[in-house]
């Protein structure tokens, strides 16, 4: 039997910012020089690979903003998927697993970490993504048997 393609969603972790300090606020703190470039290797590689039809959910922090400004593409700020989400919370600003085309959260840790956990082994975890790295899952059907598939896990270091 063929294979049903679902959803999309990428999990793109906001490239390497400045260190936390006491003068500037978490959520205004900006990218490095280094994770600029490393923002533009996966926004490039994004817009080859992207599809047509996406949404893209930005934290409300400027880390990640600048980190979504690469991509030079429209989107929405959105708290849900910003420093203190939740699983949950991020999940459900996305729609998954029923949004059609893709969706692209670009956030912080725990949050995308836990939500890798749970895709793939059922359970929320504190797994590592590297800043500006991009996880990106599908949901496709097989033999009538919902399933999420790891369509690829992407460092910029590998660009």
């Known amino acids: 039997m063929m294979d049903k393609k679902g959803m999309d969603l990428i999990l793109w972790r906001h490239a390497e910012a400045e260190e936390f300090a006491d003068s500037i606020p978490d959520r205004k703190r900006r990218l490095t020089p280094r994770g600029e470039k490393h923002a533009k290797k996966m926004a490039h590689w994004l817009q080859h690979n992207l599809p047509h039809k996406h949404r893209i959910l930005v934290s409300p922090t400027d880390r990640t903003q600048q980190t979504a400004n690469a991509l030079e593409l429209p989107y929405d700020v959105e708290k849900k998927v910003g420093v203190d989400a939740t699983v949950a919370d991020a999940l459900a600003a996305a729609n998954w697993p029923t ?4 969706v692209v959260i670009v956030g ?39 399933q999420i598939v790891l369509r690829a896990v992407i460092n910029p270091d590998f660009l």
């Open 99 to 102: 949004d059609p085309g893709a």
């Open 108 to 146: 912080h840790q725990p949050a995308l970490g836990r939500i890798a956990a749970l895709l793939l082994g059922g359970k929320e975890a504190d797994w590592p993504i590297k800043k500006g790295a991009i996880w990106w899952f599908s949901t496709r059907t097989r033999e009538s048997e919902p």
